[in-house]
């Protein structure tokens, strides 16, 4: 089956500090992935993906992830971490097994807390 | 940019009251989603649609229901609600392109009491 964890239920960092947030998937076949956040009482919105090509991709406000095929991972990282970064991150897995229909496997998400 | 538009950000419904939450998208985008979220447990598909009048289960769609009749607009009706509904919904849509990602809505806060 299908699945996508992040370990971590909450990762504190301090401001000006690298973060890191963690992300394993299981899918049959090559992944496309992706990462999310989510501020207080708003939708998802669309940081980076992978879907082919480099390993380290970059994406939006200065993170970037980097996936690792022999680990089946897809660690969201920064390396300056902001008081406002702080928020709620989901990886997700594009499900392979659903044909052409664009769905998407979410871990439970990770809550990021940077403090001053 | 609209995006993705969601309607009502609030709710409070009476248990075995019914409502349709609306879901609307301005990008002519073929695929739209619907998911709920509950606290820890990430977002779970409840329906989804690739594309007018074409329509199909997620991993959750026991209470719901859901129709696609514009390529615009998605809504979600909830037939006699109950307390377990009681969650933050949030509507997604996304290009037909499997590489391109997923668009949401800001979210219904619906309780059921």
């Known amino acids: 089956a299908q699945s996508v964890a992040q370990p971590e239920d909450q990762v504190n960092v301090a401001e000006g500090n690298p973060l890191t947030v963690k992300c394993t998937y299981s899918v049959s076949g090559n992944p496309y992935l992706f990462w999310y956040v989510q501020y207080p009482n708003r939708g998802l919105q669309f940081l980076l993906k992978y879907i082919t090509g480099d390993n380290l991709v970059k994406g939006s406000y200065g993170f970037e992830a980097e996936f690792n095929k022999s680990q089946t991972s897809f660690h969201l990282k920064k390396p300056s971490a902001l008081v406002s970064d702080s928020a709620l991150y989901f990886c997700?897995?594009?499900?392979?097994?659903?044909?052409?229909?664009?769905?998407?496997?979410f871990g439970q998400g990770t809550t990021l807390q940077v403090k001053p | 940019n609209a995006g993705v538009t969601q309607t009502p950000k609030f709710r409070i419904l009476k248990i075995g009251q019914s409502m349709t939450l609306q879901c609307t998208q301005d990008?002519?985008?073929?695929?739209m989603y619907w998911y709920r979220q509950d606290p820890g447990m990430g977002l779970k598909l409840i329906y989804y649609s690739v594309g007018a009048g074409i329509t199909d289960k997620g991993e959750v769609p026991n209470g719901y229901n859901v129709s696609r009749s514009t390529t615009e607009d998605f809504p979600l009706r909830l037939e006699l609600a109950a307390p377990s509904q009681t969650s933050v919904y949030f509507c997604a849509s996304s290009p037909q392109d499997r590489d391109q990602p997923q668009h949401f809505g800001d979210g219904t806060r619906l309780s059921i009491l």
């Open positions: 997700a897995v594009r499900d392979r097994g659903s044909g052409n229909t664009g769905k998407l496997i």
């Open positions: 990008m002519n985008h073929n695929y």
